[in-house]
C-alpha cells in the first residue's frame, strides 16, 4: 500500500514537468515561427518573376529566378550613375555601422574617463547635461545638424555621414556606471606602480571593459546599419548610398510599363539583416555579461 501511494505523488510530478516542458517548447517554437516566416516568404518571393509578385503576391510556389535574383543584387548597376550596386551598398553600410559603433566606444569610453577620475569640479554636471541630450533624438536635431555638416562642406562624405552622430549619451552612461564599479585599490595600485593616467586608461581600464566594449557595440552598430533618415539627408551621390537606402529606391520605380525589382530588392533586405545578426551571435556571450555583470 505505501509503495502505491509513494509511486502516484511521482507520476504526477513526472507528469507536471513534462507538460511544463511542452508549454516552454510551444512558446519557444510560436516565437521562432513569428520571427523565421516572414522571412521565409520574403526568400520565397525572391524565386519568382516580378510580374507575379505584383499580381498575386506571396504564395507556396519555388520559381527559378532566386540566381539572376542574386546576380541582379550583389552586381547590377542602377540609378542614375550606374554606381549602385548592391555590393557597393554593403560596402557602404558596413563603413557606417563600423564607424558609429567605433566612434561612439572610443568618444564614449574618454568622456566617461574623465567624468570619473578626473574630479572635475562640474564633472556631474557635465554628465547630466550628456545624459539630457537622450531626450533629444535625432529627428528633432537633423535639421542643425545638416546645416553644420553642409557649412563644412561634408555632404556626400563618409566623414559627414559618421561625425555628427558620434557621441553617444547612452555609451557614455553605461560606461560611466562601469568605470564607478572598478575598485579604488586598483588605482591606487597603479598609482604606485607608476601608470599615468593613458597608460591606465589604456592597459587597464579598456581590457577590464572588453565585455562593455562588446555590448555597445551591438547596440551602435544596428544603429548606425540601420540608419536611413540621416544618410537620405547627408548623401545625394548614388555611390556613396548604404543598403536600406538602395532598398528603398528600387521598390519606388514604377513608372509606365516599369515593374519594381521585387526579387532585387527582397534579396537585398535578406541580405541586409545577415551583419547585425551574425554580429549579436558571435558577441552574444559578451552582450550578456556586459549588460548585467557588476563583479569586476
Given at each position: 500500500m505505501s509503495d502505491i501511494t509513494t509511486a502516484a505523488p511521482a507520476q504526477m510530478t513526472a507528469k507536471k514537468i513534462k507538460w511544463d516542458a511542452v508549454t516552454d517548447h510551444a512558446v519557444l517554437i510560436l516565437g521562432v515561427?513569428?520571427?523565421?516566416?516572414?522571412?521565409l516568404m520574403v526568400l520565397q518571393m525572391t524565386t519568382v518573376p516580378d510580374a507575379e509578385i505584383m499580381k498575386d503576391g506571396p504564395s507556396l510556389r519555388i520559381g527559378d529566378q532566386f540566381l539572376p535574383n542574386l546576380q541582379a543584387a550583389l552586381f547590377e548597376a542602377s540609378g542614375f550613375s550606374g554606381e549602385q550596386t548592391g555590393l557597393r551598398m554593403f560596402k557602404n553600410s558596413l563603413i557606417l555601422g563600423f564607424g558609429f559603433a567605433i566612434g561612439k566606444i572610443v568618444i564614449s569610453m574618454i568622456a566617461a574617463y574623465a567624468i570619473v577620475y578626473f574630479r572635475l569640479r562640474f564633472a556631474n554636471l557635465a554628465f547630466w547635461l550628456i545624459f539630457t541630450t537622450l531626450l533629444l533624438?535625432?529627428?528633432?536635431?537633423?535639421?542643425?545638424?545638416?546645416?553644420?555638416?553642409?557649412?563644412l562642406g561634408l555632404t556626400n562624405t563618409y566623414t559627414g555621414l559618421i561625425l555628427p552622430l558620434v557621441a553617444s549619451a547612452t555609451a557614455t552612461f553605461f560606461f560611466r556606471q562601469f568605470f564607478l564599479s572598478v575598485p579604488e585599490e586598483l588605482v591606487e595600485a597603479a598609482r604606485i606602480d607608476g601608470a599615468g593616467p593613458i597608460k591606465?586608461?589604456?592597459?587597464?581600464?579598456?581590457?577590464?571593459?572588453?565585455?562593455?566594449?562588446?555590448?555597445?557595440?551591438?547596440?551602435?552598430?544596428?544603429?548606425?546599419?540601420?540608419?536611413?533618415?540621416?544618410?537620405?539627408?547627408?548623401?545625394?551621390?548614388?555611390?556613396?548610398?548604404?543598403?536600406?537606402?538602395?532598398?528603398?529606391?528600387?521598390?519606388?520605380?514604377?513608372?509606365?510599363?516599369?515593374i519594381p525589382e521585387y526579387g532585387r530588392s527582397n534579396l537585398l533586405a535578406l541580405l541586409a539583416v545577415l551583419p547585425p545578426v551574425a554580429v549579436v551571435i558571435f558577441f552574444q556571450s559578451w552582450f550578456v555579461k556586459g549588460l548585467t555583470e557588476s563583479d569586476k
Open positions: 515561427l513569428l520571427m523565421m516566416v516572414p522571412m533624438p535625432l529627428e528633432v536635431r537633423i535639421l542643425p545638424s545638416y546645416e553644420i555638416v553642409q557649412q591606465f586608461f589604456l592597459d587597464i581600464l579598456v581590457p577590464l571593459s572588453r565585455t562593455m566594449i562588446a555590448a555597445i557595440f551591438i547596440i551602435m552598430f544596428v544603429y548606425g546599419w540601420n540608419q536611413y533618415l540621416w544618410p537620405t539627408m547627408i548623401i545625394t551621390d548614388e555611390g556613396k548610398m548604404t543598403l536600406v537606402q538602395g532598398i528603398r529606391q528600387i521598390t519606388q520605380v514604377l513608372e509606365g510599363n516599369n
